[in-house]
Nanobody
Framework: QVQLVESGGGLVQPGGSLRLTCAAS????????MGWYRQAPGKQRELVAT???????NSVNSVKGRFTISRDNAKNTMYLQMNSLKPEDTAVYYC?????????WGQGTQVTVSS
C-alpha cells in the first residue's frame, strides 16, 4: 500500500521560511518523478515543483528563486524548501508522483503565510 505523508507546514510571517517533507512508503520511490502540489482555498490544485528520478528540477514561475525541491532516494523522502514566503503561497501542500496518481494523495500539510 502506497503512503505519502507530508509534514512541516505551519503559520509563518511574510518573508519567512518553511521546509516541507514528504515521506514515501510502499512505492519504488527512486523510480518516479515526484512533485509538490498545492491547493489554495477556492482554487484548483496546482503543481508547483517537480524533480525527476535523476534529480533534475523545475518549478512554476510564481515560486522560481524562492522554492527548492530536492529528494533523498535512500530515505524515500522528498523536500520543499520555501523561502521568502508570500501570503499567496497559503495553501495545503501535497506530494505525489508526476503525473499524479489518484490513489496516492495524502492529507497534505497546511501552509499559512500571514502577519
Amino acid at each position: 500500500q502506497v503512503q505519502l505523508v507530508e509534514s512541516g507546514g505551519g503559520l509563518v510571517q511574510p518573508g519567512g521560511s518553511l521546509r516541507l517533507t514528504c515521506a514515501a512508503s510502499g512505492i519504488i520511490f527512486s523510480g518516479y518523478a515526484m512533485g509538490w502540489y498545492r491547493q489554495a482555498p477556492g482554487k484548483q490544485r496546482e503543481l508547483v515543483a517537480t524533480i525527476t528520478s535523476g534529480g533534475s528540477t523545475n518549478s512554476v514561475n510564481s515560486v522560481k528563486g524562492r522554492f527548492t525541491i530536492s529528494r533523498d532516494n535512500a530515505k524515500n523522502t522528498m523536500y520543499l524548501q520555501m523561502n521568502s514566503l508570500k501570503p499567496e503561497d497559503t495553501a495545503v501542500y501535497y506530494c505525489n508522483r508526476v503525473p499524479s496518481h489518484y490513489q496516492y494523495w495524502g492529507q497534505g500539510t497546511q501552509v499559512t503565510v500571514s502577519s
